[in-house]
């Protein structure tokens, strides 16, 4: 059985919520038949609710960009699992690099957000990804293996069946610099192998991989055919609709 693919926007910390109501109008009329590629959007909290009301009776998914793992109570600032469910959202991004890089994530506090997310019904999309310095230095695939060892710690099958993983090389995001296809395509298996051994060939083969990393209309194409690249996690390039949905629609180029 094929893996359905899956590209998601994180709107990272832009739109304003009349902004990202704009957007999300755009989107509906851009993405409209949609069906053969399931798409989700990951705008800021603030604009979460509106934006899910927005997209009522449409097939787009809401997604956050991060969550806490306690259920409620005195930690200014954060958003618990059961008020990301409140309001529909389907998919929450943990472990996304720039929460590693300015907001101290490490693989033991993306575990415990992925358990909470999975607690609560929610699907996640996990980050991983090596650094400039770590490719350079011959360490990209043990740094690899240790985020996906670290983030799936104690997490049995049923909760990583319907995860998504998301290879996001910390030199590729933002800079214009994509992974070629075979770059990425190459540490796409190394993931796919490492979930077989942690979990087991239907695991391995049902996960989907989106890669993450400058992805533009120009080159999602190259990136989808190769076989382990299931999606991509959409930064800069999701913030318009032309362009995103043009990534959605890979296919028809
Ligand atoms: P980018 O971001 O597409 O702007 O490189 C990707 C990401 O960080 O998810």
């Known amino acids: 059985m094929g ?3 899956f590209i998601a ?3 990272k910390m832009n739109k304003t919520v009349e902004e990202a109501i704009d957007l999300v109008k755009g989107l509906k009329v851009h993405l409209k038949g949609i069906e053969d590629v399931e798409v989700a959007i990951a705008p800021p909290f603030t604009a ?14 809401l997604a956050s960009q991060n969550l806490f793992w306690e259920g409620k109570g005195a930690f200014t600032g954060e958003i618990s699992p059961a008020m990301l469910k409140e309001i529909n959202c389907r998919y929450a991004i943990i472990g996304h690099s720039e929460r590693r890089q300015y907001f101290g994530e490490t693989d033991e506090t993306a575990n415990r957000r992925i358990k909470a997310a999975f607690n609560h019904g929610l699907k996640v999309i996990f980050c991983i990804g090596e650094t400039l310095q ?13 985020q996906l060892e ?4 104690e997490l049995g099958e049923k909760a990583v069946e319907e995860m998504v993983v998301a290879y996001e090389p910390v030199w590729a995001i933002g800079t214009g610099k ?3 296809p075979e770059q990425a395509e190459e540490v796409h298996q190394f993931i796919r192998q490492k979930l077989e051994r942690l979990y087991s060939k239907r695991i391995s083969e049902g996960i989907r991989i989106q890669y ?4 533009t209309p120009e080159n999602i194409k190259g990136l989808m055919v190769q076989a382990n690249i299931d999606g991509a996690l959409v930064g800069g390039a999701s913030l318009n609709a032309e362009s995103f949905s043009r990534i959605v629609r890979f296919k028809e180029m």
């Open 3 to 5: 893996r359905l693919p």
């Open 9 to 11: 926007g994180n709107w």
């Open 48 to 61: 979460l609710y509106p934006v899910a009301q927005e997209l009522k009776g449409s097939s787009i998914h």
């Open 134 to 146: 770590e490719r350079e230095g011959g360490i990209a695939f043990s740094v690899i293996e240790r």
């Open 150 to 153: 670290g983030g799936l710690k």
């Open 178 to 180: 994509t992974a070629t």
């Open 212 to 215: 993450g990393g400058s992805v």
